[in-house]
Nanobody
Framework: QVQLVESGGGLVQAGGSLRLSCAAS????????MGWFRQAPGKEREFVAV???????FYADSVKGRFTISKDNAKNTVYLQMNSLKPEDTAVYYCAVDTDRYGSNWYYASQYDYWGQGTQVTVSS
């Protein structure tokens, strides 16, 4: 199994920045990709960004140019740098891990096997 712990959420004004972290432990050698999703009240969980074992990176259109995903392999940690935040970015942000060696449908929550507990990001206008 893989355990995930997110941190870095909080309250920020529109236009501000936050950096989320997600530390993985356990069977980290099995990780194929690490992704970020978010879920706003009354809405479905949606894809934000993903970084694969081979450093392939994809973003949702809504965050391109504002968010940056990165990872530190030595620390088994993935980061999400969020700049130019908007009120519509307000959500609980979840870190997730895909352990399918051949997995690639990273836009879909069903692709991921393990999830963190989530961290709240609130952007005030």
């Amino acid at each position: 199994q893989v355990q995930l712990v997110e941190s870095g959420g909080g309250l920020v004004q529109a236009g501000g920045s936050l950096r989320l972290s997600c530390a993985a432990s356990g069977r980290t050698f099995s990780m194929n990709a690490m992704g970020w999703f978010r879920q706003a009240p009354g809405k479905e969980r949606e894809f934000v960004a993903v970084i694969s074992r081979n450093d392939n990176i994809f973003y949702a259109d809504s965050v391109k140019g504002r968010f940056t995903i990165s990872k530190d392999n030595a620390k088994n940690t993935v980061y999400l740098q969020m700049n130019s935040l908007k009120p519509e970015d307000t959500a609980v942000y979840y870190c997730a891990v895909d352990t399918d060696r051949y997995g690639s449908n990273w836009y879909y929550a069903s692709q991921y096997d393990y999830w963190g507990q989530g961290t709240q990001v609130t952007v005030s206008s």
